[in-house]
């Protein structure tokens, strides 16, 4: 099938667009890390358009995840799909306001962290039998276990608290960032890396713009 073929090439890491500084960068590396940058400014900007944006990242780091071997990543993608259009209902409600920007509080966030430990613990056992289960799908082990899950379970949760717009998601999103930059400088993805510095920077712009109306709907 000529055109399943043609399509295999683009989610192929080694179908590059060019060489920056003698890195081959792939059109699926290239496309998933402008479209995550845009998805991100925008979700700190409060713009609605983050969401369907979102969905054709997802789809871009599920295939580019798949290859460098950090399966709960890859996994991650599926959750993020399905996230994308949860978000995009939840913000944009029939009368056409936003709902407000509130923190989760001392004792969820209690919940939160230990929600964060048992989870990352849960997903890192499932991958890392995935090749056991699969071997003709994942040939090779999964690669930082336990740092992959964290960032995945962590992510999830801060995309569920963006979605329904609470304080913590950007504090969330500030530690997963930290961690993904040194994950994925280590597997040797550069143009991600820098991607999710520029993330970082986003996540502290989030944090602070979030907290300013937060702070704002108190004294109303």
Request: charged residues 15%; contains cysteine; proline residues 4%.
């Amino acid at each position: 099938m000529p055109e399943f073929l043609f399509l295999k090439q683009y989610v192929s890491l080694e179908y590059t667009i060019f060489e920056l500084y003698g890195y081959p960068l792939s059109y699926l590396e290239f496309l998933g890390t402008t479209s995550g940058l845009v998805c991100v400014y925008l979700a700190a900007r409060n713009h609605i358009v983050t969401w369907p944006i979102g969905i054709f990242n997802s789809i871009c780091f599920f295939f580019l995840f798949f290859q460098i071997q950090l399966y709960s990543d890859m996994l991650l993608q599926v959750y993020f799909f399905g996230s994308s259009i949860y978000g995009w209902i939840i913000w944009k409600k029939r009368t056409g306001s936003f709902t407000k920007i509130v923190s989760l509080g001392k004792e969820k966030n209690l919940i939160l962290v230990a929600l964060l430990v048992f989870g990352t613990f849960g997903l890192g056992q499932f991958t890392k039998h995935l090749p056991g289960w699969f071997p003709s799908l994942f040939v090779k082990p999964p690669d930082f276990l336990y740092w992959d899950a964290f960032t995945t379970v962590a992510s999830i949760f801060a995309n569920l608290l963006l979605a329904q717009r609470k304080l913590e998601s950007w504090f969330l999103w500030v530690f997963v960032d930290l961690v993904c930059i040194v994950l994925y400088y280590l597997k040797g993805i550069p143009f991600v890396t820098i991607e999710y510095v520029v993330f970082l920077l986003i996540a502290f712009y989030g944090s602070w713009h979030w907290y300013k109306e937060y702070d704002e709907n108190r004294k109303t």
